[in-house]
Nanobody, 124 residues
Framework: QVQLVESGGGLVQAGGSLRLSCAASGRTISNYYMGWFRQAPGKEREFVATINWIGSSTYYAGSVKGRFTISRDNAKNTVYLQMNSLKSEDTAVYYC?????????????????WGQGTQVTVSS
């Protein structure tokens, strides 16, 4: 089992930045692809970004590409999401997830473990 705990969310003005962290425990995440999803009020959860085992390959949703950066530190068993140039439409609960497979995955059902989420609110 992998336990995931997100942190770093909060209230920020439009144009600002936040860095989310996802700390894993229970097992090393070096064998997992990791992803970030988000869910805005009244909307379905959507894919944000994913990263491969060693951080050499990443993939982003079109809505965040160029503004968000996913990274990982396997020695710390932690994944990060750097969010810049935030917009009001980025307001959501952000979730970290782990995938046991070996491919880029953008669908919820492809992920095996999930965190509880952290709230990001962007004020305009």
């Amino acid at each position: 089992q992998v336990q995931l705990v997100e942190s770093g969310g909060g209230l920020v003005q439009a144009g600002g930045s936040l860095r989310l962290s996802c700390a894993a425990s229970g097992r090393t995440i070096s064998n997992y692809y990791m992803g970030w999803f988000r869910q805005a009020p009244g909307k379905e959860r959507e894919f944000v970004a994913t990263i491969n085992w060693i951080g050499s390959s990443t993939y982003y949703a079109g809505s965040v590409k160029g503004r968000f950066t996913i990274s990982r530190d396997n020695a710390k068993n932690t994944v990060y999401l750097q969010m810049n140039s935030l917009k009001s439409e980025d307001t959501a609960v952000y979730y970290c997830a782990a995938e046991r497979g070996n491919r880029i995955a953008t669908l919820e059902h492809e992920y095996d473990y999930w965190g509880q989420g952290t709230q990001v609110t962007v004020s305009s």
